[in-house]
């Protein structure tokens, strides 16, 4: 009896072992997500992304995270914080339990009492930029700084998108394929040079026409014209300091009026 | 014979005959409803209507888990090469079945055109194509190929109707017998022995009731972007995956293109838009080919000998209430008419949440005007009675 008994014990958990790491091994797939939660602190993570056992996900202010696995049970994420692959289990989202007849008889109840109202939609055009919207740097700035961050708000509904960066001397076009909604780029005198005029700007277009593209101008100053203007400008810092501004007030106020901006 | 027993003989002629008058007179009504053009807009209404949908509209049906098996790919409003592109990563990648819900009508002579050819030619991919009203199909070019694998986009050939709930699952040509997308992935995703085990060919010979799991948010599903950025493409091993318009962007609510009314419209009756993109129910029906949930409709025969049992039942009870009652006669009939209304509804979607379809829909209505017969017959029995004499429960 044990004899028999053993072998079929070994094989049961065999087959229980070898079922729960082929699940395991399937992980977590990315059914829906906003904002822009991040699995091992640099990949974005995209829609149809998957996590395995080694995986770390991190979410930010803003971030929800749906995520589905292979029995198809999914699990919802929305408070910001880092989650290890085994933590996620603890957020199954619960099925509703099954009341029929009381779903039924609720929904006879208030037709009964006509409790059903309908709102009535109203008949406005809505109409809202849905493209790509230049933050920073500002159109027409003079900068000195050792690296700069363009940033951009993409209110569109694709992800993926074109950064352009043209050298307005020379004419030549840069394009960087990236999500999100920002890119650093370093003045390593190859993409960016000191004294050179750029333009900037962001499209979901792999090719759009660069004729009706909104670009943002940016001028690079050398040291020299740096310390130049930081001269001229001297003296209006001092004055407002004496009116009691803060330093950031009057950088904003130079960088708006003056188009001369520290970052 | 016992005066009781004579009484009760009485009772059930009195009834069977003001059953036979109610149903005559609701057949005359209902030729006269269906054929008059003024009831138009009434009659187009009702045919739209079920108390099934109330079912889906409602959310009645239990929540289910998301089903994984089948995976959505938006097109949008892409090209040709982006299409072409997200078809060859899927191709690539180790889904059981492609399904390519687009038909690309025009040759454009690019190059996206050509590694489009190629690619729809492969073997787990399904192209599409729609059966117009005399028969001939809808294709796309003869440039992407000629015997393509195939299945028929169409959702029913039942004109009736605009709501889907039904599916055909073939059509036969005078040439020979075409099935539909949904029938040839579902074919290609199932092994021959689960197809024959389940006997699915002998169960989509005749147009089934859908049986609805969800919407799009019931599906995973991604865009062309997503597929193209895609890292890793485990996600779509052994899946079906299904190419279609998801709207601009996704499940944009008021884009219409490829959208269907379908039984999950929260809006059972009057005017809505519809719900559900057509990739969807193709999706839904792919489900239930897969899970083989079928919904199972109770045969007409039954539906009529319920129809007549339950208004023989009506006539009855009200020809014998009508005695015993005499003011609150009418509130009674009421109350007890809205009481089975809702029992009975109640049963039908108690029963379609257990896979059977009875549409008891003209039971309901049939029955109450049965009942409210009773006060017709009882005149006409009057009337007879003026003329020559006849024996009725009702004297």
């Known amino acids: ?46 829609r149809g ?23 198809g049970e999914l699990f919802e994420i929305t408070k910001p914080n880092t989650y290890a692959f085994s933590a996620i289990a603890d957020y199954r989202r619960r099925l509703e339990a099954d009341s029929f007849t009381e779903k039924y008889f609720t929904y006879v109840w208030k037709q009964f009492i006509n409790r059903i109202k309908k709102k ?50 020379t004419g030549h076009l840069t394009k960087i394929g990236l999500t999100g909604e920002q890119i650093i780029l370093g003045l390593d005198n190859q993409l960016l040079k000191t004294g050179q005029t750029y333009q900037w700007s962001a499209s979901t277009e792999s090719f759009p026409n660069l004729n009706e593209l909104k670009f943002h101008r940016l001028t690079l100053l050398s040291k020299g014209e740096f310390e130049a203007l930081e001269k001229e400008v001297d003296a209006l810092i001092r004055a407002f300091t004496l009116l009691g501004f803060s330093e950031a007030e009057i950088q904003e106020a130079i960088c708006q009026d003056y188009k001369f901006c520290r970052e | 014979m016992s005066k009781k027993r004579k009484h009760r003989k009485l009772l059930l002629r009195d009834g069977l005959f003001s059953t036979l008058l109610s149903l005559l007179v609701c057949y005359l009504f209902s030729l006269l409803f269906f054929n008059t053009s003024f009831f138009d807009p009434l009659s187009k209404a009702l045919q739209d209507f079920s108390f099934l949908d109330v079912y889906y509209a409602e959310r009645l049906n239990e929540q289910e888990l998301t089903d994984t098996k089948v995976i959505l790919v938006n097109v949008e409003h892409k090209t040709r090469q982006e299409l072409a592109n997200a078809l060859d990563k899927v191709i690539e990648s180790r889904a059981k079945a492609i399904g390519f819900d687009v038909i690309l009508r025009e040759f454009e002579k ?35 190929g000629e015997n393509l694998t195939s299945g028929f986009a169409n959702f029913s050939f039942d004109s009736s109707s605009s709501v ?24 290609q995703y199932l092994s021959p022995k689960e197809w024959s085990a389940r006997e699915i060919d002998e169960k989509i010979a005749k147009p089934r009731v859908i049986n609805y799991q969800g919407g799009l948010d019931h599906y995973l599903h991604l865009t062309i972007d997503d597929i193209l950025y895609l890292e890793n493409t485990d996600l779509l091993n052994d899946k079906i995956i299904l190419f279609g318009y998801l709207g601009s962007p996704s499940g944009n609510s008021f884009d219409i293109e490829d959208k269907h009314f379908t039984p999950l419209n929260t809006t059972t009756a009057g005017k809505s838009i519809p719900d559900m993109y057509g990739a969807t129910i193709h999706a839904n029906i792919i489900s239930m080919l897969i899970s083989d949930r079928f919904m199972y409709k109770v045969p007409r025969l039954l539906e009529l000998t319920l129809l007549f049992l339950f208004s023989f039942v009506a006539s009855v009870y009200f020809i014998w209430l009508d005695r015993r009652l005499n003011i609150s006669y009418r509130t009674v009939r009421k109350t007890v008419l809205f009481v089975f209304s809702i029992l009975l509804v109640w049963i039908t979607l108690l029963l379609f949440k257990r896979g059977i379809v009875f549409k ?23 009337y007879i009675n003026t003329k020559r004499k006849f024996k009725s429960y009702l004297n």
């Open chain 2, 110 to 144: 690019t190059a996206a055109d050509t590694l489009l050819a190629k690619l729809l030619k492969e073997d787990r991919v399904i192209a599409t194509y729609i059966i117009g009203d005399d028969g001939e199909e809808i294709k796309s070019h003869t440039f992407f």
């Open chain 2, 360 to 382: 008891s829909a003209t039971i309901i209505a049939v029955a109450v005007f049965s009942a409210g017969f009773v006060k017709y017959y009882k005149h006409l029995v009057r």
């Open chain 1, 49 to 71: 992304s998957q996590l395995l056992e080694s995986d770390t996900l991190y979410l930010g202010q803003k971030d929800y995270v749906l995520l589905v696995n292979e029995l």
């Open chain 1, 1 to 46: 009896m044990e004899r028999i008994f053993l072998p079929r014990l070994t094989l049961l958990f065999l087959f229980w072992f070898v079922g729960t790491a082929t699940f395991a091994q399937q992980g977590y797939f990315v059914f829906k997500k906003t904002g822009s939660p991040a699995l091992n602190t640099s990949t974005l993570l995209e």
């Open chain 2, 164 to 187: 889907i709930r039904e599916f055909s699952g073939r059509y036969e040509s005078k040439q020979d017998i075409k099935e539909s997308l949904p029938v040839v992935l579902a074919r």
């Open chain 1, 120 to 169: 009535q939609e109203s008949g406005v055009v809505y109409r809202e930029e849905r493209n790509i919207k230049l933050i920073a740097p500002r159109d027409s700035v003079k900068m000195f700084a050792p690296e700069l961050k363009f940033v951009w708000q993409n209110n569109s509904d694709t992800e993926a998108l074109f950064f352009f960066l043209k050298d307005v001397k």
